[in-house]
């Protein structure tokens, strides 16, 4: 534990408070991480936080770091099922969007189930897993039967490929959940190489859609070094330390660069989230330095994403949410979708405008991406009969950048 790595927690503000304040969202321009060093005063958290990370430390791994970055989708295992090259029948790519799933229970497998009915309607050409892939610590290797048991079996029949991102349960070692060993991700990078669904080509990638003339293109982000319960002990996991910066630099160029008329950034951890985590920089009120609060993750999405994407899919609290754009967010807009496998406690915590939300209910959702708008479909799933319902539907016409948003959603 480093002096560096202590600042005070980062108090989080309503949007009116937002707007008062006068903060400026989604500014352009270069995009690098703060490395200025702030030291503030040890406390009972901080410390609880260096034993922690401690802990974790005894089983990081080291040696050689992976690729961390693509740029179109690639070939994957031998088999892999293909990227879809052109809309389908309705003139649309239509993606399935879920979260949080992979416990191996039975709420996995029905959810899952009843997503395959509406796949086979609604004829997807690609889905998202949106991180916490495999419950409690992530895989124990590339070959881990896990792997077969959360992710391969109940998604037999969704016959696409899943382009999915690390939570921080796949990222954890000692202490279920922690984040505090992003290095076992790279068990989930390998598997990707075995896998005909699975799709993870490193730690972060990019994946239009055409690859040669892009509709929309997804951007899949790591937020669990900025967002773990435990301070990284690992130079190069730290906040601070060339992964993160990497990162940071990667996603700038690649929304700059991107010529697809839809931007679509996927992590496990959200900016906005009425959930009981709450939104980034003030992750469950708790604070451990530059971790835990997210308050990196948060400067991430307001000065790169914000404004330039027009969506931010999210998972981490086990719930449904279809947040409204706003000033704050630049006319992006947050999608929480974790509800795939777990539920939450029937209530909001926090109050970011909402178009819809459901905190009781699993389920998952539909992307549905044509030329002249988005749509969202929202499903709830009855576990026991494993069938699925629309529950709500929002449709988003025109791209974020350069315009207000025009929004016309309906609710079912
Ligand atoms: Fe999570």
């Not at 040669?212 to 990284?232: C, G, H, K, N, R």
């Not at 915590?349 to 459901?358: D, K, L, R, T």
């Amino acid at each position: 534990m480093c002096d560096d790595e202590l600042i005070p927690p980062q108090a989080d503000m309503t949007e009116r408070e937002w707007l008062r304040a006068g903060a400026e969202a989604a500014p352009e321009g270069p995009a690098m991480p703060t490395t200025g060093r702030v030291p503030k005063p040890v406390n009972r958290r901080t410390l609880l936080g260096g034993a922690m990370a401690g802990a974790a430390l005894t089983v990081l791994a080291s040696g050689a770091r992976p690729a961390t970055a693509s740029a179109a989708p690639r070939p994957g295992a031998p088999g892999a099922f293909p990227f879809p090259e052109h809309p389908n029948g309705k003139g649309e790519f239509a993606v399935l969007v879920t979260g949080d799933a992979g416990t191996g229970d039975e709420a996995q497998y029905a959810v899952a189930a009843a997503a395959r009915d509406v796949c086979r309607a609604e004829d997807i050409g690609l889905a998202i897993g949106l991180g916490d892939n495999i419950y409690e610590n992530g895989p124990e290797s590339a070959h881990d039967s896990d792997f077969q048991d959360k992710f391969e079996k109940p998604n037999s029949g969704i016959d696409v490929p899943w382009l999915m991102v690390l939570g921080n349960h796949d990222c954890s070692g000692l202490i279920p959940g922690s984040g505090g060993d992003p290095s076992r991700g790279d068990r989930e990078v390998a598997y990707a190489t075995t896998s005909k669904r699975w799709y993870m080509p490193a730690r972060h990638y990019s994946v239009p859609l055409p690859a040669a003339d892009p509709l929309v293109e997804f951007f899949a982000i790591d937020t669990i070094p900025w967002s773990s319960y435990v301070a990284q002990i690992d130079p190069y996991f730290r906040w601070d330390g060339p992964y993160m910066r990497e990162q940071r630099a990667w996603l700038d160029g690649a929304l700059r660069a991107s010529r697809a008329r839809w931007k679509v950034v996927i992590g496990h951890h959200p900016y906005l989230n009425n959930g009981k985590h709450g939104n980034a920089g003030a992750y469950d009120g708790f604070t451990i330095g530059n971790y835990t609060s997210g308050v990196h993750l948060k400067d991430l999405y307001e000065k790169v994403v914000c404004g330039r994407a027009d969506l931010i899919l999210s998972g981490h609290d086990h719930c449904l949410q279809v947040l409204e754009p706003t000033a704050r967010t630049g006319g992006t807009r947050q999608v929480v979708c974790g509800a795939s496998a777990k539920t939450e406690d029937g209530k909001a915590h926090f109050a970011n405008p909402a178009a819809w939300q459901n905190f009781s209910d699993h389920g998952f959702m539909v992307l549905k991406v044509a030329r002249a708008r988005l749509t969202i479909d929202v499903y709830t799933v009855d576990v026991a009969t494993r069938k699925a319902t629309l529950a709500h539907r929002t449709r988003q016409t025109g791209p974020v950048s350069g315009r207000t948003p025009s929004l016309a959603a309906a609710t079912r």
